[in-house]
Nanobody
């Protein structure tokens, strides 16, 4: 069973930065697409960014130019660098393989105005 452990969340002022990490178990990491998702209070979970096994990336319009997803296959880890944070980025952030149906605990990001 693949497990993801998210970390790096916290409280930050608007305009600040955070880097989230997502560590995965298992041997299929390097060939699979992974997504970072978020769920804000009272809202549906949404895909924020995704990275393919090839390294190609895509982003939600709301975070383009501010967030960067990357992966280190030697460490089975995916990162989400978040810059110029806004209060509307406040959410619990999760990562998983794009095709997976189960979710981890997530890491909470709070952006104060």
């Amino acid at each position: 069973q693949v497990q993801f452990v998210e970390s790096g969340g916290g409280l930050v002022q608007a305009g600040g930065s955070l880097r989230l990490s997502c560590a995965a178990s298992g041997s299929i990491f390097s060939t699979n697409a992974i997504g970072w998702y978020r769920q804000a209070p009272g809202k549906q979970r949404e895909l924020v960014a995704a990275i393919e096994g090839s390294g190609s990336t895509r982003y939600a319009d709301s975070v383009k130019g501010r967030f960067t997803i990357s992966r280190d296959n030697t460490k089975n880890t995916v990162y989400l660098q978040m810059n110029a944070l806004k209060p509307e980025d406040t959410a619990v952030y999760y990562c998983k393989y794009i095709w997976a149906t189960s979710w981890g605990q997530g890491t909470k990001v709070t952006v104060s105005s």
